[in-house]
């Protein structure tokens, strides 16, 4: 296909995609969401870690405990073709502790969908539609596609409203959140608070936020706050990630109570209870993998209850990311930042202790959170130096020292191939902002930073087009605040190794 003709059709599915965002709220003869939903629907990938020819989603939502009440859902590919019935159950009944009311969980897959291409679907209830919105199937590994990642963001905050906003904007393909999905112990009533109303408003705009969710797929990290206490004492509805997202169940085998995963505590009939409602997800969602487009995606728990120094992790890991060999490109997304030169969580290091595999298995861009700015490394290899008993287990300190070789030719402009991983933090996704000081003050960042923007909240918009992708930071307010180019070898490109120098 020559240039132009793939340029307008790239054009041409943009302006559709933009149609398609800007369609929403739900058609106006329909009754407002929130009055029909506790939460409104919204859009997972489910348990698919690969690609298929005719693809998946599942659509999401809660509402309250009626048996009387019989909900359908239909899809359509196009707004021409006939609407074919999903396969709905009646939910699952939750019976959520402390505050929240029992409630009905629904997940019900929209199947045959023709990936990379826009669907539509609505939710009946007793047979009269009250919710419509299209979505967008996962893309397949010949097309371009743009994503945005973005953490540390659920803080019900006018900066939160103008990301989201922002993110809608950009109008991606699909998103990540790199942790602290919601603040301030991941609980189901801090969801209903803080996320579903902002990420899945019904009005786009600065002080709302935005309808993302229901029309666009999302992923999320497992940051310190989702985790929360982990103790159904206090937090009875915590641990609500593994209740509001569907994601593939392909981590490392996990259970409650072993070691390397989440766990929950408190009373005996709570927690069994809390664990069933939680099935299949808990513990094991922690770590996931996926493919969209051309790349492979790993998210990782990065809590400091995981020792990322055990075999068995470790393996895990590195088995995934080389069983991708179809991948040009591979993204890892994590909560905790190994490379960062704030203040603020400075020795929080452990996941210094996975940098050799990321190296070795040709990740090129590492997303990170926790840290509330934006933060871009010079392509950088690191090698860790046991500690004094020949361990590399970082706890209890979690400072994990070692020596780095930097990539400070890569500039993302002239340089475009970098001799190594790109270690972006991008937590300033709502939650208050950490050493804004710090922006305009190179010499408080470490040898490794190349970039440092913290007195202004801000998005990671990336356009993947085959071996070349470009990374922009963006504002709040929309201004481009930081831009790199990343290019593939093309000797390199379908072995999903990353371009090196010989
Ligand atoms: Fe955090």
Do not use: C
């Not at 929080?348 to 990321?358: A, K």
């Not at 087009?465 to 307010?477: C, I, P």
């Amino acid at each position: 296909m020559n240039l132009v003709l793939w340029r307008t059709i790239l054009a041409l599915t943009a302006a559709a995609f933009a149609a398609t965002i800007a369609d929403q709220p739900s058609t106006p003869q329909q009754p407002a969401a929130e009055s029909v939903f506790v939460v409104t629907p919204y859009l997972q990938l489910g348990d698919l870690p690969k690609l298929t020819s005719s693809e998946s989603v599942r659509v999401l939502w809660q509402a309250v405990d009626d048996d009387d009440v019989k909900w359908t859902v239909d899809v359509r590919q196009a707004e021409d073709a006939p609407w074919r019935p999903a396969i709905a159950s009646g939910g699952r009944l939750i019976r959520a502790s402390g505050s929240l009311p029992a409630y009905r969980h629904f997940s019900v897959p929209l199947t045959r969908l023709q990936p990379g291409r826009a669907f539509e679907y609505r939710v009946s209830k007793n047979g009269e539609p009250v919710f419509s919105a299209r979505g967008l199937a996962r893309a397949p590994a010949s097309e371009p596609y743009r994503f945005v990642v973005t953490g540390d963001t659920g803080a019900d905050t006018p900066q939160e409203r103008r990301i989201v906003h922002q993110i809608y904007r950009a109008d991606p393909a699909f998103f990540a959140i790199a942790g602290d999905i919601v603040y301030s112990t991941g609980r189901q009533s801090e969801y209903r608070q803080k996320f579903f109303p902002v990420y899945n408003a019904d009005v786009a705009s600065a002080d709302t936020g935005a309808p993302l969710t229901r029309s666009r797929l999302s992923f999320g990290a497992y940051g310190n706050h989702d985790a929360g206490t982990g103790d159904l004492a206090r937090d009875p509805d915590g641990q609500a990630f593994f209740l509001n997202w569907a994601l593939p169940l392909n981590g490392p085998y996990a259970q409650n109570g072993l070691p390397n995963a989440p766990s929950v505590k408190g009373d005996a009939e709570q927690v069994r209870q809390h664990l069933t409602a939680m099935r299949p997800h808990f513990p094991r969602m922690a770590n996931y993998s996926f493919a969209y487009g051309n790349a492979h995606w790993t998210f990782i728990d990065s809590n400091v209850y995981v020792d990322w120094s055990d075999a068995y992790l470790r393996n895990w890991l590195a088995r995934d990311l080389a069983l991708a060999v179809d991948a040009t490109w591979k993204f890892v997304v994590f909560h905790h930042p190994p490379f960062n030169s704030s203040r603020a969580h400075f020795s929080e290091q452990q996941m210094r202790l996975i940098s050799d595999i990321l190296e070795h298995r040709g990740v090129d861009v590492v997303f990170n959170g926790h840290v509330h700015n934006y933060q871009r490394t010079y392509p950088l290899r690191f090698l860790a130096r046991p500690a004094l008993d020949r361990t590399f287990r970082s706890a209890p300190s979690y400072v994990v020292e070692g020596d780095f070789t930097l990539d400070k030719s890569f500039d993302g402009a002239a340089d475009t191939t970098p001799d190594g991983v790109l270690y972006i933090v991008t937590g300033a996704g709502g939650a208050g902002a950490y050493d804004p000081d710090q922006t305009e003050n190179s010499p408080t960042w470490q040898p490794f930073t190349a970039k440092l923007i913290g007195d202004v909240y801000s998005i990671t918009v990336v356009d993947v087009d085959g071996g070349r992708l470009v990374l922009r930071q963006v504002s709040e307010y929309g201004e481009e605040l930081d831009r790199v180019i990343i290019t593939k070898a093309k000797s390199t490109m379908t072995a999903g190794q990353p371009a090196r120098r010989p």
